[in-house]
């Protein structure tokens, strides 16, 4: 019995170190990727967005800058602008929920995708389509 505790506690332990470890992935695996997005800005995105399934989006960019940081439907905003691409994570206390990637068309308009957690070279995700207000 004694031996059945001590593992079911060690278990538990290593659980816990586990989901504490993976709610800070914005400071790791997050930060990478965004880094790997490393072209210099030709756009800005400063401003007020909405996004039909996301609502009101607010981007705060500073001039010549490519670091992002927003809010919006509940969610703590992190990304980059790299050419004119902006990479955008959706985060909660540290931890990464949605990626998304969308490309300037025109002056008020980015389009392209999201996904849950990070998006990858071959995942698609589900189509974004953000409009300046």
């Not at 586990?18 to 997005?37: E, F, I, P, Q, Y």
């Not at 490519?66 to 602008?81: C, K, M, Q, Y």
């Amino acid at each position: 019995m004694k031996k059945f505790i001590f593992m079911f506690w060690t278990v538990g332990l290593v659980l816990l170190v586990a989901v504490g470890l993976s709610a800070r992935n914005l400071d790791t695996k997050g930060k990478a990727w965004l880094d790997a997005h490393n072209d210099p800005a030709s756009i800005n995105v400063n401003g007020t967005w909405y996004a039909k399934d996301w609502g009101r989006i607010v981007l705060d960019q500073a001039q010549g800058g490519r670091d992002l940081s927003g809010h919006g439907d509940g969610w703590a905003i992190t990304g980059v602008v790299s050419g004119n691409q902006v990479f955008l994570l959706f985060s909660n206390k540290g931890n990464v929920e949605y990626s998304a990637e969308l490309t300037s068309e025109s002056d008020g308009s980015l389009n392209g995708s999201y996904s849950r957690g990070f998006m990858g070279d071959k995942s698609k995700g589900k189509s974004m389509h953000l409009t300046k207000q």
